[in-house]
């Protein structure tokens, strides 16, 4: 038994050299690129639920039109001696959005890392730009999707075939979030709108911070972000989307 056990190390450790001296890892003796988010569930017995990419110009400035999004992307491999270079491809039947909605670069890179020889899985952010177009300022198109599938290139294959592609989904609404809810709407910013949301959000500092749970474990600090809206109002008086003045009722 204790032989088999040595020979597992001795195995392991030249496995490791080997990869280090073909500077590719144990993934059908290639590197393999894949997005970190699964694109669709998980294949049995995996568990993972597909997730898109969700960005909105609500929580923006008004004069904002363009924002870059970040997607994550993991490289399986076992070093990384000189920078590696992919790109993405439009995946064009799953895509509702037009070409002067977004922006891919003509390629992506990972830099080199030579240091880092036993760094299994390697992850860098790629970022896509989006535009806001005037379309998505129609109350009738709810959102615009974006799905991209990766093109390796070198020594590279794709991996994991849930996550070789991403989503993103592009709007300019959003949705009335949960914690506003019954006992906020009476106690702190009074009824809600979405002109009044976005307002709180793009000048107060830590509106977005707000949640369920810092509600309910610091209740304070809501007061005083709520308080410093109530002062800003009392300066900037706005009307709402009822054509009354905006208020809060703490």
Known sequence: MKSVYVIGI?????ALVSCEEQK????DGQNAIYFDKFYTDAIYPGLESADSTVVSFFFYPDEVREVKVPLLVNLLGCSLQEDMKFQLRVVDEATTANPDEYKLAESYVFEARPDSVYENLIQEYIYIDMFKSERL???EVE?????VELVPSGNVVLGQLE???AKIIL??????PSWWDETVEE????????KKYKLFLNEIEGAADIDEEMIRQHPDRVIQIV???KIWLAQNPTMDENGKRMEVVI
């Open 10 to 14: 001795i195995a392991f450790m030249a």
């Open 24 to 27: 590719v890892e144990i993934f």
């Open 137 to 139: 300022l129609d109350k």
């Open 143 to 147: 959102s615009v999707r974006l799905v």
């Open 163 to 165: 996550r070789r592609k």
């Open 171 to 176: 709007t300019t609404k959003t949705t009335h």
């Open 187 to 194: 106690t702190l910013l009074g009824k809600y709108s979405d």
């Open 227 to 229: 308080l410093k809206f």
